[in-house]
């Protein structure tokens, strides 16, 4: 049973571009949450996707955005790269969208995003 | 706003001894709680969570955490460290009386077992 699986494990852009960090949920579940975890900090919540909707977003600029396919896998967009986007970006996958709020989130192994 | 900290960044112990890692939380009403632990250029992996019922809940990898309500607290506990436990160990919180809202985390802390 494959876990959470994300694309691709490191990336080095400049400020200015544009970037995609692609996400495959466990096996089973159908909605994606993606984090963006700063070096030394807890992962901190940028939207969740459900139903191939935007459910619920945290305080993150519309730069960020996001997109959920039919098979479930979704992505996350960020444009104009800053030096601050620099972050681990984590991928984690559940099942039922808002209504499961005791379920389990289970993470992929991130991206790694420097921007220089 | 619900909230949760970890007082401490760094906590060290010797193989073989017990373990504690702080973690206190703020919500208005009764929490969902959960542990994460990283290991270097990994994603986070689920130990265990409180839902509702028993105020000790066991996980994996013989790691337990005990809820307390009057402390706001949820401690994760091993009787006994191993090496391999040296991570950095995450404990999040959702409210699950207001309304559908994402899972907040603590900053971490990192754990080291000497042998």
């Known amino acids: 049973d494959a876990g959470v699986t994300q694309s691709p494990t490191h990336l080095i852009k400049t400020r200015g571009q544009q970037v995609t960090l692609r996400c495959s949920p466990k096996?089973?579940?159908?909605?994606v949450s993606w984090y963006q975890q700063a070096l030394g900090q807890g992962p901190q919540f940028i939207f969740q996707y459900y139903e191939e909707e935007e459910r619920q977003r945290g305080n993150f600029p519309d730069r960020f955005s996001g997109h959920q396919f039919p098979n479930y896998s979704s992505e996350l967009n960020v444009n104009a790269l800053l030096l601050g986007d620099s972050a681990l970006y984590l991928c984690?996958?559940?099942?039922?969208?808002?209504?499961?709020?005791?379920?389990?989130?289970?993470f992929g192994p991130g991206t790694r995003l420097l921007v220089l | 706003a619900q909230s949760v900290a970890q007082p401490e960044d760094q906590v060290n112990v010797a193989e073989g001894n017990p373990l504690t890692v702080k973690c206190t939380y703020s919500v208005s009403g009764n929490p969902y709680l959960f542990w994460y632990v990283q290991y270097p250029n990994r994603g986070l992996q689920f130990l265990l969570k409180y839902i509702t019922g028993d105020n000790l809940v066991k996980g994996s990898y013989g790691f337990e955490a005990e809820f307390n309500k009057s402390q706001t607290s949820f401690h994760l506990k091993k009787p006994s460290a191993l090496v391999s436990d040296s991570a950095l160990y995450f404990c999040a919180v959702r409210d699950p009386n207001s309304g559908n809202t994402p899972l907040v985390f603590g900053k971490g802390t990192r754990l080291s077992v000497i042998a």
């Open positions: 096996s089973g579940h159908d909605t």
């Open positions: 984690a996958s559940s099942y039922g969208g808002l209504a499961e709020i005791s379920g389990t989130q289970y």
